[in-house]
């Protein structure tokens, strides 16, 4: 996984993806909320396994750390003063690198206790499409780049749901429908649209349930690469 800093890019054309609701239609609107998902065992696993990893990886700078303090040990007697700077600068570096491991550990910790999981986003697009396809209309999902994001399983997929709803309403249930995985300026991101022609006049039910979808995942949305004239989005997830 990338470790750039997220960018996420601000669109003017971002009110076509999230229209704003009439006045005082939120209120009147009962939205169907995600459903609650209980403890997987495969999460578990996959939150052990990556947690894993970082601690032998704290093992290994850790015993690097030490052999390079054994050596300075006996380069304070035989060495220069320059040599002695140089081998203290390889110390503070593995030191910095021990820390970087250490904030990672704190971070995913503090994650998984807020029911955080790891999500492989092209695994999850293959299930959802599995589960909301059928024979008369198909639902592809591409992997540019695997991509996994942080984030509350059952809250990603109920937005996945929502917003091939919400494109193919768009073009009026017609058209190849298309989830798309990919790295965009350092954001985990799933593109999804639909082929078919774009109409207006899409329900306004369907539009806020999606938008309470977006907010609850805490996934930024915005139009894809055809902007305002297609009927796609793409979903920057959080880091």
Known sequence: MTTDQKHVPVSETESYVLPKPPRGARSQLVVEAAPPAPVAVGAARGVGARLRVHAESLEVLFGELRAKLDGLDTKIAEDSRAQLKGAVRDVGDVLGWCEEVQKVLVSESARAERGEEPIDLSELCEQVAANRQEPSAPISVITRQPAICWGERSRIAHLLQKALDLVFARTEQRGLRRMEVSWREGAACVGVRSQGEPVEGVD??????????????????????LGSSGAGMLLVMPN
């Open 204 to 225: 306004p039910e369907l539009v806020d349930a999606f938008r309470c979808a977006a907010d609850g995942a805490d996934v930024h949305v915005v139009p894809d690469a």
